[in-house]
């Protein structure tokens, strides 16, 4: 009980941090005067009673977290921001269920992308600024966002930041202190936004247009301010603009970092898991390009590789944008990149899946052993970018990559029980676990998540914070193990 005290306390802070990120949607009501500011000051101002009541009424408990703490705080915390998130989307939007409200903020803060919502153009601006804020928050992770801030709470980050950064290569630091590393990554995130919303600027959407796709973008979350997503702009400029930034947005950050501080772009030639995500979603994007002119979907080579292009790196990246059906092409087309999004992303990244460092673990194993069975007494160590990856690591990667596969085969199962048909139930799930939005089936781009009962919509709303935490640290709390002292 004391355990749960202690996270209490932390949990309390947190939310007290939370309360902020209501002052951007509050600040953009009263500046265009959409009538929501009263909607967003009470949920502001609930979320920060709230944890300041809870804050004080654990203070006692306050102490330095273990490393098995670090992790419950993690799930306890996505959960109670979703929770809170949800509080404008309930004042504002008329007929909106609890349960697709949580799904809704869920969506959002694990950058997935789903949407239970139709009519987006005529929401209220801000309404739909928080939906983008909150995906943009969700994406380098309110959590290690909190680290920067925890440690006047008394609290350390070093637990948190494990917990919550994607990927098996966790233990390296940019910085000597771990707040640093924080602010680093997020003045990053932050910088390169900014840019983001410029260029869009630039292209031609309004300022509105601009900040949400840019938050999102950056967030590799895919909500869009209108039903028909970036194929209602109908412009190959924001396009264009928006791939750049769902590439870099799906790289490293810490290869950003590096890359900004020794200022030289050799960093990511000589980092094998960037060449790979480029090398894959690019050679993806023009070989599915051709495939699509040569099954004769678009009249020309150049339109068939514009789409081509853009949508592969949407759902490779793991964001969710369209610009077209991508459900109505050649089943190979949108069943490659569906795959795709599995293993699209970088560890470190805003990006869902399991991440190329893993897919690269894996086949760097899988040649070791083949190699094994020619030369029994060879020693080949795995090496990636020049380090020695250890056994525990790879061990760590096997049993994730086990844990992976059986959730989405029994979350498959459990979808088809509930009556739907192979193609959706199959591709929600991976849509789902990945943190990538859009499916196929009744479910795909053309569509949203609308149709789900409350049972479907709460089993894929844990299935996507099972999967933004990356399964493990999801998985471990419901562990026996995890509780017994």
């Known amino acids: 009980m004391n355990r749960l ?191 983001c919303i410029l260029a869009l600027r630039w292209a031609g959407l309004d300022w509105f247009e601009a900040v949400c796709h840019a ?28 791939s750049v930034f769902m590439l870099l947005a799906a790289l490293n950050f810490s290869t950003h970092f590096l890359a900004l501080r020794e200022r030289s772009l050799r960093v990511y030639l000589h980092d ?67 795959f795709l999004a599995c293993v699209g992303s970088s560890a470190g990244s805003t990006g869902g899946g399991i991440k190329m460092i893993r897919a690269l673990v894996l086949l760097k194993q899988t040649r070791r052993e083949l190699n094994r069975l020619v030369h029994p007494r060879a020693v080949a160590p795995l090496v990636i970018n020049g380090h020695l990856v250890e056994n525990r690591i790879i061990f760590a990667v096997l049993g994730y990559m086990l844990l992976w596969g059986a959730t989405h085969i029994v979350l498959t199962f459990v979808m088809l029980a509930t009556g739907l048909d192979f193609m959706s139930a199959f591709s929600v799930v991976v849509a789902a676990v990945n943190n990538l939005g859009p499916a196929l089936g009744q479910f795909g781009p053309a569509g949203n998540y609308a149709p789900l009962s409350d049972f479907q919509t709460w089993l894929l709303a844990i299935a996507m914070v099972a999967g933004r935490l990356e399964l493990l640290t999801f998985y471990v709390v419901l562990m026996p193990a995890f509780w017994r002292r």
């Open 215 to 242: 938050f999102s973008a950056l967030a590799l979350g895919g909500f869009s301010t209108r039903d028909a997503s970036i194929m209602s702009f109908e412009s190959p400029p924001v396009e264009a603009i928006l």
């Open 5 to 195: 005290l202690v996270i209490a306390h932390v949990l309390g802070g947190m939310l007290m941090v939370f309360a902020a990120t209501f002052a951007l949607p509050l600040a953009w009501s009263l500046a265009v005067g959409d009538g929501t500011h009263v909607s967003f000051f009470l949920s502001g101002v609930g979320c920060l009673a709230a944890g300041a009541l809870i804050w004080a009424a654990t203070r006692r408990y306050r102490r330095e977290l273990e490393p098995r703490d670090g992790a419950l705080l993690v799930v306890l915390g996505w959960l109670t921001m979703s929770l809170a998130g949800t509080a404008p989307l309930l004042l504002e939007i008329p007929g909106l269920s609890f349960t697709d409200a949580c799904f809704e903020a869920i969506a959002g803060l694990t950058t997935t992308g789903a949407t239970v919502l139709s009519g987006l153009e005529h929401l209220p601006q801000s309404v739909n600024v928080w939906r983008h804020a909150l995906q943009w928050y969700g994406g380098m992770g309110i959590i290690v966002m909190a680290v920067a801030i925890l440690p006047m709470l008394g609290v350390g980050g070093m637990q948190l930041f494990k917990a919550e950064m994607p990927g098996p290569l966790k233990e390296r630091k940019l910085t000597p202190r771990i707040t640093q590393t924080a602010k680093a990554l997020w003045l990053i995130y932050i910088g390169l936004t900014l840019v």
């Open 272 to 338: 094998i898991e960037a060449r790979s995500v480029l090398a894959l979603v690019l050679g993806s994007a023009v070989a599915i390009g051709a495939y699509l002119y040569y099954a004769g979907q678009y009249p020309t080579f150049a339109e068939s590789l514009r789409h081509a292009v853009f949508n592969t790196i949407s759902l490779s990246t793991s964001t969710g944008y369209a610009t077209q059906d991508y459900a109505s092409w050649p089943v190979f087309a949108p069943l490659w990149m569906l």
